[in-house]
């Protein structure tokens, strides 16, 4: 059974940071495909970026490329979204999904439980 559990969100003011982790024994390994998306109220789940197994290589959606960073740590079982420059329209419920093997679009079959990211302007 594959678990992950996202935290880091919070309240800021635009203009300012949050570094989202997740964290499952599942992102131990690097053959595995790892995503973060967001849902915010009356839109739909928004797939934001996306790190591939090895060589590691992201993805970003338009909307956060260029403020979005997705890394991953394995030693620490750990994917992470660096979010800087941040907008109140990047206010959403924020999830980290896998999936074991290859990236394929934004196609994900574990999920983790979500964290609040709310942003102020």
Known sequence: QV???????GSVQAGGSLRLSCVGSALTSTNNCVGWFRSA???EREGVARIRP?????WYSDSVKGRFT??????KNSVY???DNL?????AI?????R?????????????????VTVSS
């Open 3 to 9: 678990q992950l559990v996202e935290s880091g969100g």
């Open 100 to 116: 074991r093997g290859l990236c394929r679009g934004l196609e994900f079959d574990y999920w983790g439980q979500g964290t609040q």
């Open 94 to 98: 924020y999830y980290c999904a896998l």
């Open 70 to 75: 997705i890394s991953r740590d394995n030693a």
């Open 54 to 58: 090895l060589p590691g290589t992201a």
């Open 41 to 43: 109220i009356g839109k």
């Open 87 to 91: 907008r109140p329209e990047d206010t």
């Open 81 to 83: 979204l660096q979010m």
